[in-house]
């Protein structure tokens, strides 16, 4: 998780009841693995004294900052949120330095079009749940995207797994 951010700060008073998202936040980024995935990656605790409400703000590689409602925002929430948001980044970082435009704008006929050499991923369900270790299965996100008024007529490709 750390190696997708340059900078985290969680801020939380001791006494306030509603910390425990920032503290299992902190015992996650304390780990061992975090720690070797991005030692790079500055670590910032504030103890406060006043009411304000607990919260982490975590800084991107990129220069991007995100701050999270602890109060009502679990810990595994914010650490998937911040996956999901650096594989994007990695993503994009890829593209880029093949020298290809972001984001990849995809013809929704295109979508559709059976891939010669390819199978249709719902007909292998029984062979999928027998040799799960050696089938390998890409994910992407498509978000249907309105141009010049006509709604679905190209998707956005958003991230790829």
């Not at 900078?7 to 720690?35: G, H, T, W, Y």
Request: glycine letters at 4%.
């Amino acid at each position: 998780m750390l190696k997708f951010l340059s900078k985290v700060r969680i801020e939380f008073n001791a006494l306030d009841p509603r910390l425990a998202s920032c503290m299992e936040f902190l015992a996650q980024c304390n780990a061992r693995k975090a720690k070797e995935s991005n030692p790079a990656c500055k670590l910032e605790v504030k103890r406060r004294t006043d009411d304000h409400p607990p919260q982490i703000m975590v800084t991107f590689v990129n220069g991007v900052e995100e701050v999270f409602d602890a109060t009502s925002t679990p810990a595994q929430t914010i650490r998937t949120m911040i996956l999901e948001k650096g594989r994007y980044l990695e993503t994009e970082q890829m593209f880029l330095e093949a020298g290809e435009k972001w984001p990849v704008i995809i013809p929704e006929e295109e979508i559709h079009q059976h891939a010669p050499g390819t199978k249709d991923i719902f007909s292998l369900g029984k062979q999928k749940r027998r040799r799960r270790d050696t089938m390998i299965c890409r994910t992407y996100a498509l978000l249907p995207v309105s141009v010049d008024g006509h709604s679905n007529t190209k998707c956005v490709l958003l991230a790829c797994s």
